[in-house]
């Protein structure tokens, strides 16, 4: 028995000389922390390190054998002497006062005062171990009412303040925002409107039957006004109301526009109301705030355009009940609808065509017109730009002492003179361009271009004028901003062409181009909008900037048929033969046999794509 006791004395005593061992050996060239004490043990070789925590390095104070560190890492060794210092803090009670851009809204941003109390966290054995210390925060302090209140009177606020938050605010135990004051916002008024007394669209005008051909026994559905009929209500702005900021001043609602409004040939303004001085159609046309009414007047001739009728020349619309015979013309300043057919002629509306039969050997042209206006409009503004800078000078000058009192002043016609021959040197020619340019198109062009062109001419080459005055030039300035809004106007209605087939002729148009019945053959076509072509499409040249739909192109004997987009359209086709041709940019494909349902693309590469 005693045996047996002694040797179980003996095996625990090794195992406890190993387990002795064992943790001596674990803790050579560690380093640990506890109870804010640093321990270390040595190991040749390795250096224990001691990383402070870069967020307290203010909060913590390492004094290493009797020199304070100022590095935030360290090496320890056992014959070190290492003394931590934790530094704890107070924070004071904080009131901030914030009001959103409006000023519509003020917010206050509390937190109360506190205590931090700060001790070293334990840190288990490592050969590096973080420094760091563990946070208690104590509540010392709460923010005062009358601290709250100097906060926003510091900040301004005197207007929409909540008492209950305040109370709220002073009684926070932890940060937080409140809302503590609301202003009154503006209520904003409404701009000034067209109210429309007249329906403007054109009513069952184009119906096509199941062969596709155009049913034109609708077309009495164009709306007509008569002498005296309201058209419409230009009613002015209506003011909202002013607000009030949390600063206690008044906001101001949005600026509001009002209508601004041009009559033309058949309109007049009485008051607010735009009343029709002729029957007609009616157009009224608005952009933003600038509205345009005109009555359009109508031509109509019953049977066919031949030798016997003459060519038509009229500025408004014009309707053919029959067909257009050979080598005839018809210049329409507004919409041509053709029942029948074009055969051997030119048509050239400013807005559309629309024919229900086959044009054969014809021109027709929309919106070619509005070249014209568009180089008018560049002459234009760079003349008014100049203008008013000649302006300024001029009356800079007159204003001056020096002018005023001069005995042998100069008149402001020659100071006019001396600028263009040395300042404007290209107004001059602008101005013969523009003026020339009216002239050759003024049976096409409204008075208000007309009467600007007389009054440069005047300005510029009146031999007889004495000298000419501010007055006069700031007019003319007004005048020229008046046809340019108009123009914007002008250059944005829709253009097209609607026709019911096409054989050896030539579509122009500055939007879109629809042939809807049998087809074409052998046309050149060219859109600045996009052609789309119902039935057959054999021959030709179509040209379109938004992009090509087709229903069939070529045929079996290979005829040559091109279609060109610019890169950044498609062409669409549902049947194409050999010998169709598609550009894309400058990229083109041939077809060599048929093929159905494609698109044709540019893809990011720039190749040409059929899909």
Request: aromatic share 6%; proline share 2%; charged share 25%.
């Amino acid at each position: 028995m005693e045996g047996e006791i002694v040797k179980g004395k003996v095996e625990k005593l090794i195992d406890y000389q190993g387990f002795a061992s064992y943790k001596k050996q674990l803790l050579k060239g560690k380093i640990w922390i506890t109870n804010g004490v640093v321990y270390v043990k040595d190991d040749p070789g390795v250096f224990p390190t001691l990383q402070i925590d870069s967020a307290f390095l203010n909060e913590i104070i390492v004094t290493k054998n009797g020199k304070i560190m100022t590095e935030d890492m360290l090496a320890i060794s056992e014959k070190d002497d290492i003394s931590i210092e934790v530094i704890n803090g107070k924070v004071l009670p904080r009131c901030i006062v914030t009001t959103n851009e409006q000023q519509l809204k003020a917010y206050i941003e509390v937190e109360p005062g506190y205590e931090i109390t700060r001790k070293i966290k334990n840190a288990l054995l490592a050969r590096k171990v973080t420094l760091t210390v563990e946070e208690k925060k104590t509540i010392t302090e709460k923010v005062s009412i009358e601290e709250i209140r100097q906060a926003l009177r510091e900040a301004n606020v005197f207007y929409g303040i909540r008492e209950e938050v305040i109370i709220m605010a002073s009684q926070a135990e932890e940060p937080i925002i409140y809302e503590v004051a609301t202003g009154i916002p503006p209520q904003d008024g409404k701009d000034g409107f067209l109210e429309m007394k007249v329906d403007l669209n054109i009513k069952n005008l184009l119906l096509e039957d199941e062969r596709g051909n155009i049913d034109f026994r609708e077309s009495s559905e164009i709306p007509i006004v008569e002498t005296g009929e309201l058209l419409g209500i230009i009613h002015p702005p209506q003011q909202g109301n002013t607000g009030i900021s949390v600063t206690n001043q008044p906001i101001k609602p949005k600026s509001l526009k009002s209508i601004t409004f041009y009559s033309e040939n058949g309109t007049k303004l009485h008051g607010n109301r735009i009343v029709a001085t002729r029957s007609g159609r009616p157009r009224i046309y608005q952009k933003d705030h600038i509205v345009k009414a005109a009555i359009i007047p109508k031509f109509i001739q019953k049977g066919n355009v031949n030798l016997t009728t003459g060519n038509i020349h009229f500025f408004g619309d014009v309707e053919i009940k029959g067909e257009v015979e050979e080598n005839m013309v018809i210049d329409a300043g507004s919409n041509v609808i053709v029942h029948s057919s074009i055969r051997n002629s030119t048509v050239t509306a400013l807005n559309s065509i629309t024919s229900g039969g086959n044009s054969e050997n014809s021109i027709l042209s929309v919106g070619e017109k509005n070249t014209v206006i568009v180089q008018l409009d560049s002459y234009l503004r760079t003349i008014t730009e100049q203008l008013e800078e000649m302006y300024e000078i001029l009356s800079q000058t007159a204003k001056s002492a020096s002018y005023k009192n001069s005995e042998s002043k100069q008149s402001l016609k020659s100071i006019f003179k001396f600028l263009l021959q040395h300042s404007f040197v290209k107004f001059t020619d602008v101005a013969k361009n523009y003026i020339e340019l009216v002239y050759q198109e003024k049976d096409f062009l409204k008075k208000e271009w007309q009467i600007t062109a007389e009054q440069l001419k005047n300005l510029l080459f009146e031999v007889f004028q004495l000298d000419i005055t501010l007055t006069q030039i700031k007019l003319l300035i007004s005048l020229m901003h008046t046809i340019q809004e108009m123009n914007l106007l002008d250059l944005e209605e829709s253009k097209f062409i609607y026709i019911a087939s096409v054989s050896n002729s030539t579509l122009l148009c500055n939007g879109d181009i629809h042939v809807f019945g049998k087809g074409c053959i052998n046309t050149t076509i060219e859109a600045q909008g996009k052609v789309v072509i119902g039935g057959y499409l054999r021959g030709g040249n179509i040209t379109a900037k938004e992009g090509i739909k087709a229903n069939v192109v070529g045929s079996t004997g290979g005829v040559k048929t091109i279609l060109s987009v610019p890169a950044g359209s498609t062409v669409q086709i549902k049947k194409a033969y050999g010998g169709t041709t598609v550009h894309i940019g400058y990229k083109q494909l041939t077809l060599m046999d048929i093929r159905e349902n494609i698109t044709a693309y540019l893809d990011v590469k720039g190749n040409l794509v059929l899909k």
